[in-house]
C-alpha cells in the first residue's frame, strides 16, 4: 500500500498567490482530513469529509482557504490568496468511517512557505 | 466537548534511561485512544492504541493502558534510545463526533547519547 499520498512536498510561493495542495487517500479508507501544524498553535483541524462530503469546516481559518474532495481518491486544499501567516506544514489523512478504531494514517505532509 | 492534555516538553533523558509521558482526556462518549509519533521532518505514525477500558496498547517497547477511572492514558518505556527522540501526541477517538481526532499538543523528547 502506497500510504496516503500529498503533493508537492514543499512549496515557496509569494503573497498573494494561489496556493494548491493535493491528497490522494489511502484506497479504501473513505474519510479524509486535513489539518495544519505551526509552531505557535500545534496541530489544527482545518476540515474533514466523509464519503466526499465536508463534514466539519468550523477549523478552516477564513474564506481564503477552501478544500474539495471531487472524488474517493483526491482532494484539493486552496488558499487564495496566500499570506504569510499561513505558512505552515500542511498534512492529509484519511480512514475508513466504521469498523475498526478509527486511526488515521497520515500522509508526509506539504511545507509551505509564504514570503 | 472532547478535550486532550498531555505534559509539556521537552523531555530530555539519557540513553536507556525510563520515560513516562502524562496523557489525561474528557470525552462525551466512549473514546478510543491513540499515541501518534512525529519524527523531524515526518508526518504523524501511530505509535499504538487502546479500543476500551483496560486495554493495553503496545509497540516498539511503548506501552500505556487505557484507564477510564482516571481518564488517562499515560505512554511509558523502559529504556529509550536515542532513535525515540521525535514530538508525542495523544489523541482520542470518538465514533459519535465522526472519527474526529482530538490531539494533545504534543510533548518533544529529546534522548541524549
Known amino acids: 500500500d502506497a500510504g496516503v499520498i500529498q503533493s508537492p512536498r514543499h512549496e515557496v510561493t509569494e503573497m498573494g498567490q494561489e496556493v494548491t495542495l493535493r491528497c490522494k487517500p489511502i484506497s479504501g479508507h473513505n474519510s479524509l482530513f486535513w489539518y495544519r501544524q505551526t509552531m505557535m498553535r500545534g496541530l489544527e483541524l482545518l476540515i474533514y469529509?466523509?464519503?466526499?462530503?465536508?463534514?466539519?469546516d468550523s477549523g478552516m481559518p477564513e474564506d481564503r482557504f477552501s478544500a474539495k474532495m471531487p472524488n474517493a481518491s483526491f482532494s484539493t486544499l486552496k488558499i487564495q490568496p496566500s499570506e504569510p501567516r499561513d505558512s505552515a506544514v500542511y498534512f492529509c489523512a484519511s480512514s475508513k468511517q466504521w469498523g475498526g478504531s478509527n486511526e488515521q494514517f497520515f500522509g508526509p505532509g506539504t511545507r509551505l512557505t509564504v514570503l | 466537548g472532547n478535550s486532550v492534555t498531555q505534559m509539556e516538553g521537552p523531555v530530555t533523558l539519557s540513553e536507556e534511561a525510563f520515560l513516562t509521558i502524562n496523557c489525561t482526556y474528557t470525552?462525551?462518549?466512549?473514546?478510543?485512544l491513540f499515541w501518534y509519533v512525529q519524527y523531524p521532518g515526518e508526518g504523524l505514525q501511530l505509535l499504538l492504541k487502546?479500543?476500551?477500558?483496560?486495554d493495553k496498547g503496545s509497540n516498539k517497547g511503548f506501552e500505556a493502558t487505557y484507564r477510564k477511572e482516571t481518564t488517562s492514558f499515560h505512554l511509558e518505556k523502559g529504556s529509550v534510545q536515542v532513535s525515540d527522540s521525535a514530538v508525542y501526541f495523544c489523541?482520542?477517538?470518538?465514533?459519535?463526533?465522526?472519527?474526529?481526532?482530538?490531539f494533545g499538543g504534543g510533548t518533544r523528547v529529546l534522548v541524549k547519547p
Open positions: 470525552a462525551t462518549g466512549y473514546p478510543s
Open positions: 469529509f466523509n464519503n466526499n462530503v465536508p463534514i466539519d
Open positions: 489523541a482520542l477517538s470518538d465514533k459519535a463526533a465522526g472519527n474526529k481526532l482530538t
Open positions: 487502546a479500543t476500551k477500558a483496560d
